[in-house]
């Protein structure tokens, strides 16, 4: 019996399995439940099933299958009782065993709430050496290597210190309490995996895998050489290097695959959104008539799951989704945070009126068929709301904070609302009225007030989520059903939690729980095997579909790899083995590849904005295709037919005599002609029509806003040295870092939710090092003469008249050798000065050349003005990256001895520019040839 099959990608992997299932275990009973089948996920069981059902057309026993994780458990169980642990669960026995063994790893973050994210990242940690089998003896080397000190910040070192300790003690409490994580369950069941008999199976089939942990491989390998597994893979003609290394480590090759038969018609379309995307969709199913059976949407990133079903369902009848949706994007994780909120800001006994507000006039809340007819509640929230708006008289209008009972006691508030009603023909009496009100407090409030522990918590949680359900409007909506459904799995795992009861301060118990929601997805309902399905990419793993959509094909999004490092650096990540990240793409890539080629129709979608750029997928598929055709762009024209080009020639300006007469007054600053310089058409916006960027406080900060924060903490830090040396003490630190901690927690915290912790740990981990920095500087430095000091700046005079000009300067240094720097501090990601003295003299004046050559006025015209004022210093000026801690220097090396040559290249090439701002010939025109810039442009969507 052949123990290795390869197919093709093009074969039907599902179709391929039941051929071989009825060819090799046939029996008259048709029986096949001493065949196990093992997939990746747990969707291929349900189409395997259903495709022997189609082929034996009888009733019959099918094969027992499992998903991998399934398979593990069950290995595991055939020895042992055991059950799986919560995620929370898991993390609080790492914190209680971090506090017991490795306390001052806690020391910025003793609360558990603190921790938290900490928590998860070592769970995950520990999770992958336990599924990649990394015994303690290599550990141990990373310990011995911690003790020295890696380059990553300090509290890593001191994590990995004591990695083997808190490794072994997580394994005995998860022991104890006969509770395991699925790493530990792995790592369990391939040691277990020798002793065990399967003599309720003849044979299991391992189908459709690709990248192994080693403790999975294990498993494999045991069986294969015990004659009792079967595995089955996919290839192609090319290399996949993570294949051939399983052939290698299971000890035999995986033999090349036999030629594809079928070639799939591939359509590249581009939208310039998700909505466009979503109508592209509905266009190619409507035009091609596709067989929704026959089809599968794949969408890489979930937000766009409600654009593309809001577009669809117009033609949508049966449809199946199964994707992770993230629960806190959901109205019900939205309102349970905001009733957390409203707790988190009382004072005393009393609600802050703003966020009573929020909570009783949520659309769900004010809603609830309290009373039969639900309209009794509405009428009830909005008195109180004008009520408390002062728009009607009341003894609490404009507080501040409120009380429940002050509202309940108001008695005028009854006939405002009795009144209403009567208008819209429903009569109650005033007490029936305060009933209702009572019960809509005690729902949204009361029962919300003094929580200690995660049981209470799951108490009350049971009881809203009762009360959404019989009284609100809640279950019309599938995606909110669902959401429910998962808070109540949620509020399940809290009641049978071993630390239930501990005792917790309410704020930290609602900070846990909606930690818990940030990191909960949720999967939809539907017929799996009927309908369309809408997938993501690793839920098409084995199986085929004869049309095949995949949405976002863009770079970040597909491939999708991690944006942030993980907590262990990926040197040591390497070290341990543990090199999963490093074949992320490659896994990606080859679930991709394995889709495409196994339909027949294949519409490749992606979002063409310059800020967006089309997958290295796609670029790949265009180059095969040219090669094979030996000429260029057959695949555009392959597209043509379905292009939506949707971008109009980008508008220019005229510049109108009223525009001239604005620019002659116009006092330039350095960012203003950095931005002319990158786009006129910006500058335009910004500056001349005056447009602002929208600043939503609710949304995530941008670049711009970290920026302006590093900004002003290091100006308000660093005022004390003004006049002297700065000297970086341990007590300055200290002192620097509690208040970079509680601006933090005031600006962004909220803001950004379960991604502040790393954004935060990254923004400290930069300051450390600049610290460390100025540490090291601060014995060439003389004084501090000042800190973003506006006052600098005045007139330039050129031959086409005089200009003012404003500036600001971040830092100015008087150095030990008497010279001046200036320092103009950086936090974006590239950071450039002006070009060496013998390449701005080939610079032609172009704005384009100018732009390549001088990058930013920025630096020659703070040069020029603190030349001014301090005309007999040596000066020079740089730009500080707070990002990797490095000077960029306005003079370079070569050029001591001609600063004046540099600088009068750079106010030649200031007055052109000037020039042709005030040129009526030359129209503002926009500049999108860095795609960089019109990504963080705020005008983006007006110059379409
Ligand atoms: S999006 Fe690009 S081209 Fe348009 S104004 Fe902004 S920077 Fe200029």
Redesign the pocket.
Same mark, same amino acid.
């Given at each position: 019996m052949d123990r290795v099959i390869v197919y093709n990608f093009d074969h039907d992997m599902i179709q391929a399995l039941a051929d071989y299932i009825l060819q090799k275990y046939e029996k008259s009973s048709n029986d096949f439940s001493r065949v196990a089948v093992v997939f990746g996920g747990k969707r291929p069981a349900l189409f395997l099933k259903k495709k022997l059902a189609e082929k034996i057309k009888t009733s019959f026993y099918p094969p027992q299958c499992f998903s991998i994780e399934e398979f593990v458990n069950y290995l595991v169980s055939k020895k042992e009782s055991f059950s799986i642990a919560t995620d929370l669960e898991l993390c609080y026995w790492l914190y209680q065993i971090s506090k017991e063994k490795i306390p001052h790893i806690l020391i910025t973050r003793d609360k558990f709430y603190q921790f938290l994210p900490w928590a998860r990242e070592i769970l995950s940690f520990i999770q992958e050496l336990d599924k990649e089998r990394v015994d303690d003896g290599t550990l141990t080397t990373i310990e011995a290597s911690a003790e020295i000190g890696y380059e990553v910040p300090e509290d890593i070192n001191v994590l990995l210190e004591s990695i083997v300790t808190l490794r072994k003690e997580f394994h005995h409490r998860m022991e104890d309490k006969r509770s395991f994580s699925s790493g530990y369950v792995h790592l369990k069941a391939s040691q277990l995996i020798s002793e065990l008999e399967f003599s309720e199976f003849d044979n299991i089939i391992f189908c459709g895998f690709y990248y192994l942990h080693k403790t999975e491989l294990d498993i494999f390998k045991t069986l294969v050489q015990r004659e009792k597994a079967v595995l089955m893979f996919q290839k192609d003609e090319e290399l996949w290097p993570v294949l051939e290394k399983l052939g290698k480590e299971l000890s035999f090759s995986i033999p090349s695959s036999p030629k594809p038969k079928n070639k799939p018609r591939i359509s590249i379309l581009r939208g310039f959104d998700i909505h466009s995307q979503a109508g592209l969709v509905r266009e190619v199913i409507k035009r091609d008539k596709l067989n929704f059976n026959e089809t599968v949407i794949v969408l890489p990133q979930a937000q766009s799951l409600l654009p593309l079903l809001s577009e669809l369902s117009p033609i949508l009848t049966d449809f199946n989704v199964s994707l992770g949706y993230p629960v806190n994007r959901s109205t019900i994780s939205r309102l349970i945070e905001t009733i957390f909120k409203t707790q988190m800001t009382k004072n005393g006994e009393k609600y802050y009126a703003r966020d009573y507000l929020k909570v009783i006039t949520h659309p769900l809340i004010k809603n609830l068929k309290i009373h039969d007819e639900p309209a009794v509640a509405r009428v009830l929230v909005h008195k109180i709301e004008e009520s408390l708006l002062g728009i009607e008289e009341a003894d609490f209008s404009g507080s501040i904070f409120i009380s429940l009972d002050e509202i309940e006691k108001f008695r005028p508030l009854y006939p405002r609302v009795q009144t209403t009603l009567n208008r819209i023909g429903i009569t109650i009496e005033p007490e029936r009225l305060e009933e209702v009100l009572k019960e809509l407090h005690r729902v949204v409030f009361r029962i919300w007030e003094g929580l200690t522990n995660f049981e209470q918590l799951a108490l009350v949680l049971d009881e809203f989520l009762r009360i959404l359900l019989e009284r609100s409007l809640i279950y019309k909506s599938p995606l909110d059903t669902r959401v429910i459904e998962k808070i109540y799995e949620i509020k399940n795992e809290l009641e049978t939690m071993d630390f239930k009861k501990e005792i917790f301060p309410q704020d930290e118990l609602f900070k846990i729980f909606i930690d818990k929601l940030e990191n909960e997805m949720i999967s939809f309902l539907g017929s799996p095997l009927k309908g369309l399905q809408i997938l993501g990419l690793y839920e098409t793993r084995a199986l085929s579909f004869k049309n095949v959509i995949i949405i976002d094909v863009n770079e970040t999004v597909l491939p999708k790899l991690r944006v942030y490092e993980p907590l262990i650096p990926r040197q040591i990540m390497l070290e341990l083995g543990l090199n999963r990240l490093e074949v992320e793409e490659e896994i990606q890539r080859y679930h991709f590849r394995r889709l495409i080629k196994s339909a027949c129709s294949v519409y490749l979608i992606y979002d063409d904005r =310059?800020d967006k750029e089309r997958s290295r997928f796609i670029e790949e598929i265009i180059w095969e295709e040219e090669r094979l055709q030996k000429k260029l762009n057959v695949v555009t024209q392959l597209r043509a037919g379905y292009q939506v080009e949707v971008r109009e020639k980008?508008a220019e300006i005229e510049k109108s005599e009223f525009i001239l007469q604005g620019l002659r007054k116009f006092t330039f600053s350095p960012s203003s002609l950095d931005i002319y310089l990158? &786009?006129p %058409?910006?500058f335009y916006?910004q500056y001349l029509l005056k447009v602002k960027e929208n600043e939503n406080l609710l949304e995530e900060p941008q670049a711009v806003d970290i920026g302006k924060f590093l900004h002003k903490l290091l100006e308000d830090s660093f005022a004390e040295f003004i006049g002297t040396r700065p000297k970086i003490t341990k007590k300055f630190k200290e002192k620097f870092f509690k208040e970079f901690e509680s601006r933090f927690e005031h600006e962004y915290q909220r803001r950004m939710g379960a991604e502040a912790f790393l954004v935060k740990y990254i923004m400290e981990h930069r300051l450390q090092r600049f610290l460390d920095n100025e540490h090291r500087r601060s014995e060439d430095i003389k004084r501090i003469i000042s800190l973003e000091d506006d006052s600098i700046g005045g007139k330039i005079k050129f031959e086409i008249g005089s200009f003012d000009f404003i500036c600001k300067i971040d830092r100015l240094e008087e150095l030990q050798d008497g010279s001046l720097l200036i320092i103009d501090y950086k936090t974006g990601g590239s950071i450039s000065a002006p070009q060496r003295l013998s390449k701005l003299q080939e610079m032609e004046m172009t704005r384009e050349q100018i732009k390549k050559r001088i990058h930013s006025f920025q630096l020659p015209l703070y040069y020029y003005f603190v030349k001014k004022r301090f005309p007999d210093c040596r000066i020079n000026a740089a730009l500080y990256s707070l990002r990797n801690i490095e000077f960029t220097q306005l003079f370079k090396k070569e050029d001591m001895g001609s600063e004046q040559d540099v600088i009068n290249i750079c106010l030649k090439a200031l007055e052109f520019i000037i020039s042709e701002i005030l040129n009526p010939a030359v129209p503002f025109v =926009? #500049? #999108?040839s860095d795609p960089r810039?019109?990504r963080n &442009?705020s005008?983006?969507y %007006?110059?379409k």
């Amino acid at each position: 019996m052949d123990r290795v099959i390869v197919y093709n990608f093009d074969h039907d992997m599902i179709q391929a399995l039941a051929d071989y299932i009825l060819q090799k275990y046939e029996k008259s009973s048709n029986d096949f439940s001493r065949v196990a089948v093992v997939f990746g996920g747990k969707r291929p069981a349900l189409f395997l099933k259903k495709k022997l059902a189609e082929k034996i057309k009888t009733s019959f026993y099918p094969p027992q299958c499992f998903s991998i994780e399934e398979f593990v458990n069950y290995l595991v169980s055939k020895k042992e009782s055991f059950s799986i642990a919560t995620d929370l669960e898991l993390c609080y026995w790492l914190y209680q065993i971090s506090k017991e063994k490795i306390p001052h790893i806690l020391i910025t973050r003793d609360k558990f709430y603190q921790f938290l994210p900490w928590a998860r990242e070592i769970l995950s940690f520990i999770q992958e050496l336990d599924k990649e089998r990394v015994d303690d003896g290599t550990l141990t080397t990373i310990e011995a290597s911690a003790e020295i000190g890696y380059e990553v910040p300090e509290d890593i070192n001191v994590l990995l210190e004591s990695i083997v300790t808190l490794r072994k003690e997580f394994h005995h409490r998860m022991e104890d309490k006969r509770s395991f994580s699925s790493g530990y369950v792995h790592l369990k069941a391939s040691q277990l995996i020798s002793e065990l008999e399967f003599s309720e199976f003849d044979n299991i089939i391992f189908c459709g895998f690709y990248y192994l942990h080693k403790t999975e491989l294990d498993i494999f390998k045991t069986l294969v050489q015990r004659e009792k597994a079967v595995l089955m893979f996919q290839k192609d003609e090319e290399l996949w290097p993570v294949l051939e290394k399983l052939g290698k480590e299971l000890s035999f090759s995986i033999p090349s695959s036999p030629k594809p038969k079928n070639k799939p018609r591939i359509s590249i379309l581009r939208g310039f959104d998700i909505h466009s995307q979503a109508g592209l969709v509905r266009e190619v199913i409507k035009r091609d008539k596709l067989n929704f059976n026959e089809t599968v949407i794949v969408l890489p990133q979930a937000q766009s799951l409600l654009p593309l079903l809001s577009e669809l369902s117009p033609i949508l009848t049966d449809f199946n989704v199964s994707l992770g949706y993230p629960v806190n994007r959901s109205t019900i994780s939205r309102l349970i945070e905001t009733i957390f909120k409203t707790q988190m800001t009382k004072n005393g006994e009393k609600y802050y009126a703003r966020d009573y507000l929020k909570v009783i006039t949520h659309p769900l809340i004010k809603n609830l068929k309290i009373h039969d007819e639900p309209a009794v509640a509405r009428v009830l929230v909005h008195k109180i709301e004008e009520s408390l708006l002062g728009i009607e008289e009341a003894d609490f209008s404009g507080s501040i904070f409120i009380s429940l009972d002050e509202i309940e006691k108001f008695r005028p508030l009854y006939p405002r609302v009795q009144t209403t009603l009567n208008r819209i023909g429903i009569t109650i009496e005033p007490e029936r009225l305060e009933e209702v009100l009572k019960e809509l407090h005690r729902v949204v409030f009361r029962i919300w007030e003094g929580l200690t522990n995660f049981e209470q918590l799951a108490l009350v949680l049971d009881e809203f989520l009762r009360i959404l359900l019989e009284r609100s409007l809640i279950y019309k909506s599938p995606l909110d059903t669902r959401v429910i459904e998962k808070i109540y799995e949620i509020k399940n795992e809290l009641e049978t939690m071993d630390f239930k009861k501990e005792i917790f301060p309410q704020d930290e118990l609602f900070k846990i729980f909606i930690d818990k929601l940030e990191n909960e997805m949720i999967s939809f309902l539907g017929s799996p095997l009927k309908g369309l399905q809408i997938l993501g990419l690793y839920e098409t793993r084995a199986l085929s579909f004869k049309n095949v959509i995949i949405i976002d094909v863009n770079e970040t999004v597909l491939p999708k790899l991690r944006v942030y490092e993980p907590l262990i650096p990926r040197q040591i990540m390497l070290e341990l083995g543990l090199n999963r990240l490093e074949v992320e793409e490659e896994i990606q890539r080859y679930h991709f590849r394995r889709l495409i080629k196994s339909a027949c129709s294949v519409y490749l979608i992606y979002d063409d904005r =310059p800020d967006k750029e089309r997958s290295r997928f796609i670029e790949e598929i265009i180059w095969e295709e040219e090669r094979l055709q030996k000429k260029l762009n057959v695949v555009t024209q392959l597209r043509a037919g379905y292009q939506v080009e949707v971008r109009e020639k980008k508008a220019e300006i005229e510049k109108s005599e009223f525009i001239l007469q604005g620019l002659r007054k116009f006092t330039f600053s350095p960012s203003s002609l950095d931005i002319y310089l990158n &786009c006129p %058409l910006q500058f335009y916006y910004q500056y001349l029509l005056k447009v602002k960027e929208n600043e939503n406080l609710l949304e995530e900060p941008q670049a711009v806003d970290i920026g302006k924060f590093l900004h002003k903490l290091l100006e308000d830090s660093f005022a004390e040295f003004i006049g002297t040396r700065p000297k970086i003490t341990k007590k300055f630190k200290e002192k620097f870092f509690k208040e970079f901690e509680s601006r933090f927690e005031h600006e962004y915290q909220r803001r950004m939710g379960a991604e502040a912790f790393l954004v935060k740990y990254i923004m400290e981990h930069r300051l450390q090092r600049f610290l460390d920095n100025e540490h090291r500087r601060s014995e060439d430095i003389k004084r501090i003469i000042s800190l973003e000091d506006d006052s600098i700046g005045g007139k330039i005079k050129f031959e086409i008249g005089s200009f003012d000009f404003i500036c600001k300067i971040d830092r100015l240094e008087e150095l030990q050798d008497g010279s001046l720097l200036i320092i103009d501090y950086k936090t974006g990601g590239s950071i450039s000065a002006p070009q060496r003295l013998s390449k701005l003299q080939e610079m032609e004046m172009t704005r384009e050349q100018i732009k390549k050559r001088i990058h930013s006025f920025q630096l020659p015209l703070y040069y020029y003005f603190v030349k001014k004022r301090f005309p007999d210093c040596r000066i020079n000026a740089a730009l500080y990256s707070l990002r990797n801690i490095e000077f960029t220097q306005l003079f370079k090396k070569e050029d001591m001895g001609s600063e004046q040559d540099v600088i009068n290249i750079c106010l030649k090439a200031l007055e052109f520019i000037i020039s042709e701002i005030l040129n009526p010939a030359v129209p503002f025109v =926009p #500049d #999108d040839s860095d795609p960089r810039i019109c990504r963080n &442009c705020s005008y983006f969507y %007006l110059c379409k």
